[in-house]
């Protein structure tokens, strides 16, 4: 997928879309048009607070339309507001992307950026749960009072195919046989605990991390493996970058390193 094309899509009258960096003139120049051209022109753009304070000290890169064709609103987050999801929603159907990619010329255009997509429509609900939830975490970031906030109550106003509650880190069970979840942090555990939990006693033989950034001595990766009693664990970074610790590797570990182009259909 090309994260920048699916902004085309038609039947969207809604868009909520987090990001931790902010690019305006990316997001004016490539985003917004695509969306008001397909008709979503209620948009909400939600960013990390000091980044986006950031952003609007710089000169020529403060926004064009913002207040005018659609909102922005900062938001706060004990360490940093680091989620990039994009919402939509339509009168007949839904679409929820969870991605990599920050809302920045480098994250729309540039970058190799991994994206899931999980879509919703009057004949086919089995995923509400997932949107529900997902809209509880968004309207979390916004203050009661705001014009976000009442777009919001627009949107969903002319959303009736979504009712019912929002559930706490909810999961589908996919007819198929797998799972959907909609995890998010909370004060006892991470998300790495959730997914953990999600993946339950299903049996894991191979587990593939892909990621641009990762802890000194490779803690977290090796939590993952551990917990699910993965057989395989594959990694996959791009080499140039250099930020792969792999002298933190332990011979005979079992986590096997694979740069990007070397996977198939990525070149």
Known sequence: MKLFNCFAQ????????TTFSIDFGAYESIVLPRLRDAGCNNNILIADARMLAHAMEECFGRPR????????????????FHPKLILQLGKNSGRLLVASANMTAAGLAGNLEVVGEVTTDEDDTQSLPLFH??????????PATSVARRQIDWALKRTHWLSGTAQRNPVVELVEGGRLGFLTRNDEQGLGELFIELVGRRKVKRLIAISPYWDPDLKALRALPDGLAAQKTSVVIQRQSALFPAAALRPREGIRVFDVNEVEGTK
């Open 65 to 80: 339309f913002a207040g005018r064709r659609y909102s922005v609103v900062g938001a706060s987050a004990s360490g940093v």
């Open 10 to 17: 038609a039947g969207y009258h809604t868009s909520v879309i």
């Open 133 to 142: 939830a997902a809209i509880e975490y968004l309207t979390g970031f916004l």
